[in-house]
């Protein structure tokens, strides 16, 4: 079909040649709810079942007959490509679906045992925690979550793909959204959509490059990190749920971020207050601050730990854009 080339296994062998992991999505269940099979549709020839899928009434369960087509389909996902990653869209939650997520499950990572390497199962709905990884598209979690999760989103706010007149997310909410999902014990899978010719629009160079800068500079916070035991403090409320990124407040710079990485401590702060950040997790109840520096700054900075916070004031001079690390050496 299309270019009668295998792009799949293409574009596994550069990406893979780069030294990343190679993801691949299955949207095939979501063709039986997806597609219309009212009259003077090409949906409702048969010719084209194969496309679409049989034509059938609205609320029909999925078929058994494409059921075993969709498992077919799946299996040659994972016995072709041999993907470090599988993310599944909607419909696969559906009740008819239930037996097939058991297997797919169980077939993936018993094919992994023998590639000889770890996998990433996600699914959006219906799988038991610690079983595979939770997805929460175009949305976030409130709450620090015990077992690991992910977001996927766009750089584009209209578009997954290439669209003209796109538009497009500052880097800004990207860094924040970044952080706020890795101290929640989170992953950010992050969509990007080239031109037909492979070249990256600006819009989307601009978001990379941004995002990229200040990870030049704050990596460290990023990371092979884990979450602490809180994931952060602060009055911006963060909207829970699919399809809700929109609805995010701007974080102010009393919203704060925690992640551990070894002894370290760092407390991400959201915006740059005109005298000092007071970090109220930190107070002398949450065990005894010997050190605090800021990522980035040779500069020293002047601190006190209190009883209802740490209390650091503001450098002369911010190291980066969009969010500000302080390193935070905390004794138990």
Not at 160 to 181: K, N
Request: glycine share 8%; net charge negative.
């Amino acid at each position: 079909m299309g270019p009668c080339r295998d792009i799949v296994t293409e574009l596994g062998r550069v990406v893979r040649a780069r030294g990343l992991k190679f993801g691949v999505s299955s949207h095939r269940a979501f063709n039986w709810r997806y597609y219309t099979h009212e009259e003077d549709f090409d949906s409702r020839d048969p010719a084209h079942a194969g496309l679409y899928s049989p034509a059938h009434p609205k609320d029909q369960p999925a078929s058994p007959e494409f059921l075993a087509d969709w498992w077919a389909r799946t299996r040659e996902l994972m016995d072709k490509y041999q993907p470090d990653v599988l993310w599944f869209d909607f419909c696969w939650q559906e009740d008819e679906f239930e037996p097939y997520r058991r297997q797919t499950a169980a077939y993936y990572y018993n094919r992994a045992l023998e590639w000889g390497k770890g996998v990433v199962l996600n699914y959006k709905d219906k799988f038991p925690d610690g079983t595979a990884v939770l997805d929460v598209e175009r949305g976030k979690l409130d709450l620090l979550r015990e077992h690991y999760w992910q977001t996927d989103t766009s750089i584009s706010s209209k578009s997954w793909g290439y669209v003209e007149d796109d538009e497009f997310r500052s880097v800004t909410s990207l860094v924040h959204d970044l952080v706020d999902i890795v101290a929640k014990n989170g992953n950010l899978l992050l969509s990007v959509g080239p031109r037909p010719d492979g070249t990256i629009p600006q819009g989307y160079a601009d978001g990379l490059l941004g995002i990229g800068e200040w990870l030049r500079i704050n990596g460290e916070a990023i990371y092979g990190t884990r979450h602490w035991q809180t994931y952060g403090e602060g009055p911006t409320h963060t909207p829970e749920g699919r399809f809700n990124e929109r609805e995010q407040a701007p974080y102010t710079d009393r919203d704060i971020r925690f992640t551990v990485n070894g002894s370290a401590l760092y407390a991400i702060c959201f915006g740059w207050p005109e005298h000092e950040w007071r970090i109220e997790s930190l107070g002398s109840n949450a065990g005894k601050v010997t050190a605090v520096s800021l990522v980035g700054s040779k500069e020293s900075i002047s601190w006190s730990q209190e009883v209802n916070g740490l209390r650091v004031k503001t450098p002369a001079r911010k190291p980066c854009d969009h969010a500000y690390t302080l390193k935070v050496d905390l004794r138990s």
